[in-house]
């Protein structure tokens, strides 16, 4: 099966740092990426649509100013999280969707765990 | 707006039992229903279930879409203790939003020897 990655896989920073995540598809390209967020013993919440070349897409109650997507190739997309707080504190997963085959079908990246001192 | 709601939320059981977990959803344009296990980190694809698709078996594992009741149920049959996972299930938009999952609150499975 088609392969996620992210880096880093855990990470701690001080209050009003920013942090990069990354996500990449390993042996395919992907047009779109999904950027989700996990609290404890909570699911996964839709975050964020990434699609490659152009802006994303915020569900709704995200801030895009304090959630930076960047995917400016067909396998990496980025979330910086700007200026991280406590509460930002959580489990980022992110996905991607095949190109070809099963549209329906999305593979997800082991996930980075943020904490925010 | 779109929900999909699972229960049980936690669920404990023994070695060999058989668990049926449930999920129900409201959707203006539903395509699909996936069921995924997470264990310690990102979720594991299990089935996918569609108009076209409504019952789905893996070794222990099925599920059944029912698209007049607009729920589905995953069963596990002779449960063991590495089926403890959270069970999540999602269903998949059509229309603009196509690809978009969204995911029940997950049912905690925990298998006892």
């Known amino acids: 099966g088609a392969v996620v990655s992210q880096h880093p896989s855990w990470v701690i920073c001080k209050s009003g740092t920013s942090v990069k995540i990354e996500c990449r598809s390993l042996?395919?390209?992907?047009?779109?990426m999904f950027w989700y967020r996990q609290f404890p013993k909570q699911s996964l919440m839709l975050m964020a649509t990434?699609?490659?070349?152009?802006?994303?897409?915020?569900e709704q109650g995200v801030e895009k100013d304090k959630f930076l997507i960047n995917h400016a190739s067909l396998t990496l997309s980025t979330l910086t999280v700007t200026s991280a707080h406590p509460e930002d504190s959580s489990f980022y997963i992110c996905?991607?969707?095949?190109?070809?085959?099963?549209?329906?079908?999305?593979?997800f990246g082991p996930g980075t765990r943020l904490t925010v001192l | 707006e779109d929900k999909v709601v699972q229960s049980p939320l936690s669920l404990v059981v023994h070695e060999g039992d058989t668990v049926t977990l449930n999920c129900s959803y409201e959707?203006?344009?539903?395509?699909?229903l996936l069921w995924y296990k997470q264990e310690k980190k990102a979720p594991t694809f299990l089935f996918m279930l569609?108009?076209?698709?409504i019952e789905k078996k893996s070794g222990r594992l099925s599920s059944i879409l029912d698209k007049k009741e607009l729920s589905s149920i995953l069963n596990i049959t002779a449960t063991q203790t590495g089926d403890s996972a959270i069970y999540l299930c999602?269903?998949?938009?059509?229309?603009?939003?196509?690809?978009?999952?969204?995911f029940g609150q997950g049912t905690i499975l925990t298998v006892h020897p």
């Open positions: 959707v203006t344009n539903f395509r699909s």
């Open positions: 569609t108009s076209s698709g």
């Open positions: 996905s991607a969707r095949v190109p070809s085959g099963n549209y329906n079908e999305q593979f």
């Open positions: 990434s699609n490659e070349g152009s802006k994303a897409t915020y």
């Open positions: 042996d395919f390209q992907a047009t779109t």
């Open positions: 999602a269903f998949n938009a059509g229309g603009t939003s196509y690809g978009k999952l969204t």
